[in-house]
């Protein structure tokens, strides 16, 4: 592994992987804490629709799949906030229809060439340095609004009727977390692909919140465990000639086998 990273495209790799996790770490611990992992499973699959959009009119890929995944992130915020109950059939259903968009803007593209395999999967081991910038850019954004917004997101997350007490635009604020989900989303496309980001957003988390005292130090953990997931899952693929997005998986869900036995060996507190 070591003697790979005299690569160029290996350094890229590694740095695309870490700066993901911290991506994967913050939005990822604020997608367990407030439980709306299918909000961000129908973002994510939704924003194929974006993907087939970008290639249909011959966009660089990222302008396309951010603008339709947001569009989508807020429709999907809105009817949260508004029709909870009816929340996540309209979820699945624009999730179905991005996915469908995307799949017939594809066949619709002239001379399509498109490697389908590396959106689905992840294509870590072609990221670019440009895309590299991008994703220091929006990494440090998100932890800007993070960190700015951090007692209000804590209330958020915790008591909900507590942070409107508090005086915090609770519908605002969800909106917010939602377009940054959404932003982050498509950053990790690479990393792991359509179909495998909800394990990265999760897993890490998952784990961390176990071994967590605040909401702060499970972004930390799970940032910490995102990072060691994905440079043991790029070892992986380097070594076995593996497709880099589901070699992370696999070792984040040994990580998460390894978690539960961990939990079950632990002593209970009792009266």
Not at 204 to 211: H, T
Request: proline share 2%; glycine share 10%.
């Amino acid at each position: 592994m070591f003697e790979a990273l005299q690569f160029e495209f290996m350094q890229n790799a590694l740095l695309a992987g870490l700066l993901a996790s911290l991506i994967c770490g913050v939005m990822g611990t604020m997608v367990v804490v407030n439980r709306i992992v299918f909000l961000s499973g129908g973002i994510a699959h939704a924003a194929f629709g974006g993907i087939g959009l970008a290639f249909f009119s011959v966009w660089h890929y990222l302008v396309g799949t951010i603008g339709f995944a947001l569009a989508a992130a807020v429709v999907m915020a809105v009817i949260t906030l508004k029709a909870k109950h009816r929340a996540d059939t309209i979820i699945g259903v624009i999730w179905a229809i991005g996915m469908a968009v995307g799949i017939v803007l594809l066949d619709l593209t002239p001379g399509y060439n498109v490697d389908l395999m590396s959106y689905l999967f992840g294509s870590l081991l072609t990221v670019p340095d440009s895309d590299l910038w991008i994703m220091v850019g929006v990494g440090a954004v998100i932890l800007a609004v993070v960190i700015f917004f951090y007692h209000d997101y804590l209330a958020l997350s915790y008591d909900e009727e507590f942070a409107q007490i508090r005086g915090v635009n609770v519908k605002a604020l969800y909106i917010l977390m939602i377009v940054m989900l959404a932003v982050g989303i498509v950053m990790v496309i690479q990393v792991v692909g359509l179909i495998l980001i909800i394990a990265l957003l999760t897993i890490p988390p998952y784990i961390a919140e176990k071994f967590s005292k605040s909401l702060f130090h499970m972004m930390v953990m799970s940032t910490l465990l995102s990072a060691f997931f994905t440079v043991g899952g790029l070892w992986f693929s380097y070594e076995f000639n593996l497709t880099s997005g589901a070699a992370i998986i696999l070792v984040a869900g040994v990580g998460f086998l390894i978690s539960l036995g961990v939990e079950r060996l632990r002593p209970r507190g009792g009266a």
